[in-house]
C-alpha cells in the first residue's frame, strides 16, 4: 500500500484491479476446466459445482459485512467509552474481555455456539464479530489517546461541547489508526469466515471444506483462491480509505 | 477587566493557588509571573474554567466567570498556549475560524475574518490559508494560534507562556506583535511567562507569584525600583537591574529638547521615541556614539539623547 499523497486516478487503482479479477474468476471459473482437468486428471469433477461461485462470494461477503459493523459498532463505541471520564473505569474490564474474545480460536466459539443457537450463520456471526471485537477497541483507544493533550485542551477552550470535542477533533485526528484496526478486523474475519461452513454457513469455505473432506484439491485451490483474492481486493480497498482519512498528513 | 478575589485552588490539601486577589484593568496587559509550581498558570485556567476555584471568585468585565456555563464563557475568552494546539487536520483558515464557526458566523464572514487576522498577523494570506499547520514553522504556528485566539474578537485574552517554545529571533518578533496588536485592538490581556524580560516588556501590571502567594503586585517600574522583599529584589533585579530598568523607559523620557546636534543630523541615524532606553544604549555602544537624535513616528525631530542622561535617575 502506499501512504504518499499521489492522487491516484480510479483506472489506475490497484483495488479496482483486485476486485475485477476476484470477480472474474467468481465467474469465469467454469472456464478453468480443461486447466485444472489437466492438472489433476484423477479428479470426476475438476469445478465446484455445489453452489455458484457468485451465491458463496455473497454469501460469504454478507457474513463480513454483517460481523465487521457490528464489532466495529460494539468496538468504537466501546473505544470511546472508555476513554471518557465516566467511562474510564470500565477501561480493563473491557479490554479483558476483548482480548479473551480474541484468545478463544474461531473455530472453538463455533464449537460451543452450534449446541446453543444451532447450525447455520448466526454461530458463525458472532464467533466473527467476538473476533474481531480487539483490533477494534484496541485502536480505537490508542487512536484517541494519542490526540494531544494541547489539541484536546485548545478544543475545549475554544467553546466545543464534549460531543463537539470528539465528533470535531478526536475522531477525525484518530481515524487512520481505527480505521486500521477495522482493517486488520475485517482481513482476519475474511478468512475466518471461510471456517464458517464447518457449521453450515455458505461462505467461499466450503469449496475448501469439500474439497478437503473429499480429496479434491482442484475444490481447494479454487476455495483458496477466491478468498485470497477476496481478502486482497479489501485489504486495498482499506488502503484508499485509510489515504482519504489521513489526507492533512501528507498535504 | 479581570478581577481575581481571593481566589483559591486546592489539591489535596495543599494550595495551587492561595488566596490571590488581582485585578487587570480594561484594556491592559497584565502579567503572572513565577517559576514553575508557582501556580501561575492554574490562576490563568480558573479564568476559562478549565479549572474551578476552591474558593474566591473571578470577575470578567462585570459577571463572574460561574455565571456563564463554560462553553459560553470559553467562546467570549481567547486562548493560547506554549503548545499551540492547532487542530491537525483542519487547514489555517478552518482552524483560525474555530469560534466563529462554533458561533455560527457565516461563511463569507468568516473568510473576510481570516484574512483580516492572517493580515493583522503579517502572515500571507494567498500562501498559507490553505495550509496543513504541519507545513508550517514554529512562529507560524503560533501566529496562527494568536489568531485563532482573535477571531470572534474576543472580551479577554489569555496566553500561557505563548513564545516559550520559540527561538529567540521568534520570540522577540512575536513578543513585538502582541505589543501592536494590543495597541491596535485594546484587548484586556492576562499573560503567563516565566520570562522576566517579556514580562517588564509586555506588561502594564504584573504579579509576582511565588508557591501559590502573591508576593507582589504593580507596574514593571513599581517592581523594580520598590520591590517588596528580597525575594522580589532577587528576582526581578539581581545583577540585570540597571538594564531592565532602562528597559522599561523610553527615549522620550530622557532626551533632551535639543533638535540638533552640532549642526550635524543624519536622519538615518534617527531613533523612535518610543524606542527603549536598552536599546538606545546598544545602539550608542555599536556605533561608538554618545547621542542619538530623536523622531516620532512620521520622522519629525523631537530631540537629542545623551548617553550621560541614561544613569541620571
Do not use: C
Not at chain 1, 500500500?1 to 490497484?14: C, E, F, K, L
Not at chain 1, 479489501?234 to 488502503?239: N, P, S, T
Not at chain 2, 536622519?267 to 530623536?294: F, K, T
Not at chain 2, 530631540?303 to 541614561?310: E, Q, R
Amino acid at each position: 500500500m502506499t501512504t504518499n499523497g499521489r492522487h491516484i486516478s480510479w483506472y489506475a487503482d490497484p483495488a479496482l484491479g483486485a476486485a475485477l479479477l476476484t470477480l472474474a474468476l467468481v465467474f469465469g471459473m467454469p472456464l478453468l476446466r480443461p486447466v485444472f482437468a489437466g492438472a489433476f486428471p484423477e479428479l470426476d469433477r475438476p469445478i465446484y459445482v455445489g453452489d455458484p461461485f457468485w451465491l458463496l462470494l455473497l454469501s460469504h461477503l454478507g457474513l463480513v459485512a454483517a460481523s465487521s459493523v457490528a464489532a466495529g459498532v460494539v468496538g468504537i463505541g466501546a473505544g470511546i467509552l472508555v476513554t471518557r471520564k465516566a467511562g474510564r473505569s470500565f477501561r480493563g474490564t473491557i479490554e479483558t474481555l476483548a482480548a479473551m474474545g480474541q484468545t478463544f480460536p474461531p473455530v472453538a466459539v463455533l464449537a460451543v455456539a452450534v449446541p446453543l443457537i444451532g447450525f447455520g450463520a448466526w454461530p458463525a456471526f458472532i464467533a466473527l464479530a467476538l473476533y474481531g471485537l480487539l483490533p477494534i477497541i484496541e485502536n480505537t483507544v490508542s487512536g484517541l489517546e494519542q490526540v494531544p493533550a494541547a489539541v484536546r485542551e485548545a478544543a475545549a477552550s475554544s467553546g466545543m461541547t464534549a460531543t463537539q470535542v470528539l465528533r470535531d477533533v478526536e475522531l477525525p485526528i484518530a481515524a487512520p489508526i481505527i480505521l486500521t484496526g477495522v482493517r486488520i478486523s475485517v482481513t482476519i474475519n475474511i478468512g475466518t469466515a471461510a471456517l464458517a461452513s464447518t457449521v453450515g454457513a455458505k461462505s467461499l469455505g466450503l469449496p475448501l471444506i469439500v474439497g478437503l473432506n473429499s480429496d479434491n484439491i482442484a475444490y481447494v485451490i479454487q476455495g483458496a483462491l477466491l478468498v485470497g483474492a477476496l481478502a486482497i481486493t479489501v485489504d486495498l480497498a482499506f488502503g484508499r480509505a485509510l489515504r482519504y482519512v489521513q489526507r492533512w498528513k501528507v498535504a | 477587566m479581570i478581577e481575581f478575589r481571593n481566589v483559591s485552588k486546592r489539591y489535596d490539601g495543599s494550595f495551587a493557588v492561595d488566596d490571590l486577589s488581582f485585578t487587570v484593568a480594561e484594556g491592559a496587559i497584565g502579567v503572572l509571573i513565577g517559576t514553575s509550581g508557582s501556580g501561575k498558570s492554574t490562576a490563568l485556567r480558573m479564568v476559562n474554567r478549565l479549572i474551578d476555584p476552591s474558593s474566591g471568585t473571578i470577575h470578567l468585565s462585570g459577571t463572574t466567570v460561574e455565571q456563564l456555563p463554560p462553553v459560553k464563557l470559553r467562546r467570549r475568552i481567547g486562548y493560547v498556549i506554549q503548545s499551540v494546539g492547532l487542530f491537525p487536520h483542519w487547514t489555517v483558515e478552518r482552524n483560525i475560524g474555530t469560534v466563529p464557526h462554533l458561533l455560527g458566523w457565516p461563511k463569507a464572514k468568516i473568510r473576510d475574518r481570516v484574512a483580516q487576522l492572517l493580515d493583522l498577523l503579517r502572515l500571507d494570506a494567498n500562501a498559507v490559508r490553505h495550509k496543513y499547520p504541519h507545513q508550517l514553522s514554529g512562529g507560524q504556528q503560533q501566529r496562527v494560534g494568536v489568531a485563532r485566539a482573535l477571531a470572534a474578537d474576543p472580551d479577554v485574552l489569555l496566553m500561557d507562556e505563548p513564545f516559550g517554545a520559540l527561538d529567540p529571533i521568534t520570540r522577540t518578533a512575536l513578543q513585538d506583535e502582541i505589543a501592536f496588536i494590543h495597541q491596535q485592538t485594546k484587548k484586556t490581556i492576562l499573560l503567563v511567562t516565566h520570562d522576566i524580560e517579556e514580562a517588564l516588556k509586555l506588561g502594564d501590571t504584573i504579579a509576582l507569584l511565588d508557591r501559590g502567594k502573591l508576593v507582589q503586585a504593580g507596574t514593571p517600574r513599581d517592581l523594580l525600583t520598590a520591590p517588596a522583599n528580597d525575594f522580589v529584589r532577587d528576582f526581578f533585579g539581581g545583577a540585570n537591574l540597571g538594564l531592565r530598568l532602562l528597559e522599561i523607559e523610553t527615549a522620550a523620557t530622557v532626551m533632551r529638547p535639543e533638535k540638533r546636534i552640532d549642526g550635524e543630523r543624519n536622519e538615518a541615524e534617527a531613533i523612535p521615541a518610543s524606542m527603549s532606553l536598552h536599546r538606545a544604549l546598544s545602539l550608542m555602544v555599536a556605533r561608538g556614539v554618545d547621542r542619538l537624535p530623536v523622531v516620532d513616528d512620521k520622522g519629525a525631530p523631537q530631540g537629542t539623547l545623551h548617553l550621560a542622561d541614561l544613569a541620571k535617575r
